[in-house]
């Protein structure tokens, strides 16, 4: 399966500024996801990131706060904007190989910590 | 609403017997049903996938699919210390390639 390389593993931020989380897959993929996990809680998926379209975002999560990139088959950003304490959660990448129904492998996954 | 619900436990098992985990889900016309363990810190990771109604063996994992009665089960035999996590529960289908994630099972296995 794609190796995917989630950065920052983790980090620790203050409230009222933004990060930039980075995900890359070694091959070409066709979809690729970006979901929060909060502390001891299951997963939920924030929106889905095509190459050369818009994001789709799920219901609770807005562009302006969650504005995602996908420049290429390959990456996708996901920025986390005016972090308030509520944003402290774990951000996962995932990514499918081939159709909509295929598997979804994840990233290690960015533990975001806001003061 | 759409949902896929699962005990969240703990389940105790000694090492050695079957763990067996359980998922139910709303939506009938969900097509493709995974199962991923979650270490506690960790990502989730890929265990088994089965899309048709029966059994899917691989390894000490069995994937078992009753989409009349709107469950998927996994079966963990010769449990070990090391199966001790969170097993995640995900559906697809009904016209969406996007995963409902159950709230997953604990699992602990007791050496």
């Known amino acids: 399966s794609a190796v995917i390389s989630q950065k920052p593993s983790r980090d620790i931020c203050q409230r009222g500024t933004s990060l930039t989380i980075q995900c890359q897959v070694d091959?070409?993929?066709?979809?690729m996801f970006w979901y929060r996990q909060q502390p001891g809680q299951s997963l939920t998926l924030i929106a889905t990131a095509n190459q050369g379209s818009e994001a789709t975002y799920e219901s609770g999560f807005v562009i302006d706060k969650f504005p995602i990139s996908r420049p290429n088959l390959t990456f996708s950003t996901l920025t986390v904007s005016n972090m308030s304490p509520e944003d402290s959660s774990i951000y996962l990448c995932?990514?499918?190989?081939?159709?909509?129904?295929?598997?979804?492998?994840f990233g290690d996954g960015t533990r975001l910590s806001i003061l | 609403q759409k949902e896929v619900e699962q005990n969240s436990g703990p389940l105790s098992v000694p090492e050695g017997a079957i763990a067996s985990l359980n998922c139910t889900y709303s939506d009938r016309g969900s097509q493709s049903f995974f199962w991923y363990r979650q270490y506690s810190g960790k990502s989730p990771e890929l265990i088994m996938f089965?899309?048709?109604?029966g059994d899917k063996e691989d390894g000490r994992f069995t994937a078992q699919l009753n989409k009349a009665s709107q469950y998927v089960s996994l079966l963990i035999r010769d449990s070990q210390p090391s199966d001790s996590a969170t097993y995640l529960c995900a559906v697809t289908g009904g016209g969406t390639y996007k995963y409902i994630f159950g709230t997953g099972t604990r699992l602990k296995v007791l050496a």
């Open positions: 995932s990514v499918t190989e081939g159709g909509g129904n295929q598997p979804q492998h």
């Open positions: 089965i899309y048709s109604n």
């Open positions: 091959s070409q993929v066709t979809m």
